[in-house]
């Protein structure tokens, strides 16, 4: 047990080590995620009154963002399917690059445990686009190919969102 006055249940460590992608309704076990990262961003646009000083007299939430990036471990024909935003279902293992091509949505779910107590910490991109570059670079350890998902609106609950929540979600659970 660590000794001192920290929290050890506060604490998140370590990777995103379970990384799943739901498309068309069959889920996708994509491995391992390390320097995994989730991104949530809001941008403002504020309003400066016409008195001087200026002052900023209203402030309105313009847009959302909610990104998910890092680097894919294993790397078989179905996760660099994936990374390179074609279907996954296909089952050959040429992936033909350059075509025509329409793009796959579907949803990210990320989890990881914290060490203290267990539990589960998670987020979802509930209608996902991959939009991340596709290297697969030389290394002396484990090749790793980048992995960036942008959440798409989904007010219409197509994927599991709502008005209330069309990006996504993050659950962190309560000190136990």
């Known amino acids: 047990m660590p000794q001192g006055t920290i929290d050890v249940n ?8 379970e990384i799943l992608f739901t498309f068309s309704g ?3 076990y994509l491995g391992n995620c390390p320097e995994g990262e989730l991104s949530v961003g ?10 001087l000083p200026r002052r900023t007299d209203a402030v309105f939430l ?20 994936f990374a390179l935003g074609k279907d996954p ?11 025509a091509e329409t793009p796959q949505y579907g949803s990210l779910v990320g989890r990881r445990y914290r060490p ?16 991340s570059e596709f290297k697969m670079g030389s290394t002396n350890e484990a090749v790793k190919v980048p992995l960036e998902v942008d959440a798409l609106d989904d007010q219409s609950g197509d994927y599991g969102g709502s008005a209330e929540g069309p990006l996504g979600y993050l659950y962190i659970p309560n000190e136990t």
């Open 26 to 28: 069959s889920n996708y």
């Open 89 to 99: 279902t296909d089952n050959e293992s040429y992936v033909y690059i350059g075509g």
């Open 62 to 81: 313009i847009s959302t963002s909610m990104t998910f990036s890092g680097m894919l471990e294993e790397v078989h024909e179905r996760n660099a399917r």
């Open 42 to 51: 809001r941008e403002y646009y504020k309003h400066q009154g016409t008195q």
């Open 10 to 17: 506060a604490l998140i460590v370590g990777d995103w080590s």
């Open 116 to 131: 203290g107590d267990g539990a589960l910490v998670e987020f979802k991109i509930y209608k996902g686009l991959v939009v």
